[in-house]
């Protein structure tokens, strides 16, 4: 079974969240949406689109979305099939939370990491 296959996401806090998103927008030149982050669209070698997205997002440090973590950061990774491996590392003694969210943006499952890190797993849709 493969586990990991690449990047969904990075996630992090700011202590002023609207302010370091403009810092990215002006002097970066990343799209910062309403929401607080955009999303890349992968390609191919041309520039030609292929299926896939990685999302970059800057969050107030007041959010909770990384708890029981207290890191200011949390990195989401694609898997190809999000039970599978969330019983592989049940078996293996790792810290799952037992919630798995499902909906039309994919499957969602998190493990903690030997240091008190959120990972967040994520199989998307079909197609994506």
Same mark, same amino acid.
């Given at each position: 079974?493969?586990?990991?296959?690449?990047?969904? /996401?990075?996630? =992090?806090?700011?202590?002023? +969240? !609207?302010?370091?998103?403009?810092?990215?927008?002006?002097? &970066?030149?990343?799209? $910062?949406?309403?929401?607080?982050?955009?999303?890349?669209?992968?390609?191919?070698?041309?520039?030609?689109?292929?299926?896939?997205?990685?999302?970059?997002?800057?969050?107030?440090?007041? /959010?909770?979305? =990384?708890?029981?973590?207290? +890191? !200011?950061?949390?990195?989401?990774?694609?898997?190809?099939? &999000?039970?599978?491996? $969330?019983?592989?590392?049940?078996?293996?003694?790792?810290?799952?939370?037992?919630?798995?969210?499902?909906?039309?943006?994919?499957?969602?499952?998190?493990?903690?990491?030997?240091?008190?890190?959120?990972?967040?797993?994520?199989?998307?849709?079909?197609?994506?």
């Amino acid at each position: 079974m493969k586990r990991v296959t690449g990047i969904g /996401g990075i996630f =992090f806090k700011a202590k002023d +969240a !609207p302010s370091l998103q403009a810092w990215y927008k002006r002097h &970066l030149g990343i799209d $910062v949406q309403a929401w607080g982050g955009t999303a890349f669209s992968w390609t191919d070698a041309e520039g030609k689109p292929v299926a896939g997205t990685t999302v970059w997002s800057i969050g107030s440090e007041a /959010g909770d979305h =990384f708890a029981p973590s207290t +890191a !200011p950061f949390m990195v989401n990774y694609r898997v190809e099939d &999000l039970h599978a491996l $969330v019983k592989a590392l049940k078996q293996e003694g790792c810290s799952v939370l037992e919630k798995i969210d499902e909906s039309e943006y994919g499957k969602f499952a998190w493990v903690i990491d030997p240091e008190g890190n959120k990972v967040e797993l994520w199989q998307p849709p079909e197609g994506q």
